[in-house]
């Protein structure tokens, strides 16, 4: 992992921080700035991906695994066609009982970083997928 710290969420989007629990595409941002791979970012500490285990990495389990779901994906779909199932997990993961406040502030932030996402995977962020994945 790059030498970042827990301040780069709230760098990104401001004092408050990523909106718990996360939409996929914020915290995809987070990683793809945190870590140099998508091998880096899966890489098992313990039992569980280093992304999870992060104090850098913002986000209920879930919604980091859909990040890097998100980034797996890439490759395989296309960058638009993976933000429009992030965005669509978003909605679903957001609109419930729980969270359905938070849905419209975790869409802005996301909607805010997607330029900057785009960008960043088109530089040549590391996404390799295995046969086996």
């Known amino acids: ?21 996360g939409h996929p595409l914020s915290i995809a941002y987070l990683i793809l700035l945190a870590y140099p791979s998508y091998e880096a970012a899966t890489s098992l500490n313990g039992n569980y991906p280093e992304a999870l285990t992060s104090a850098v990495i913002p986000g209920a389990g879930g919604n980091v695994h ?6 797996k994906s890439v490759p395989i779909i296309g960058v638009e066609r993976a933000i429009e199932h992030a ?28 330029e900057r996402l ?3 995977l088109k530089a040549g962020y ?8």
């Not at 859909?66 to 980034?71: G, Y």
């Not at 997990?89 to 609109?95: I, K, P, R």
């Open 118 to 120: 785009r960008a960043q």
């Open 126 to 133: 590391q996404v390799r997928v295995s046969q086996a994945a």
């Open 1 to 21: 992992m790059q030498d970042v710290t827990t301040s780069l969420n709230y760098e990104i989007f401001g004092p408050k921080g990523c909106v718990y629990p």
């Open 87 to 114: 965005d669509h997990y978003w909605a679903q993961c957001a609109s419930g009982e729980n969270f359905g406040s938070r849905h419209g502030a975790g869409q802005l932030q996301a909607d805010a970083v997607k």
């Open 66 to 71: 859909a990040a890097l779901d998100f980034l």
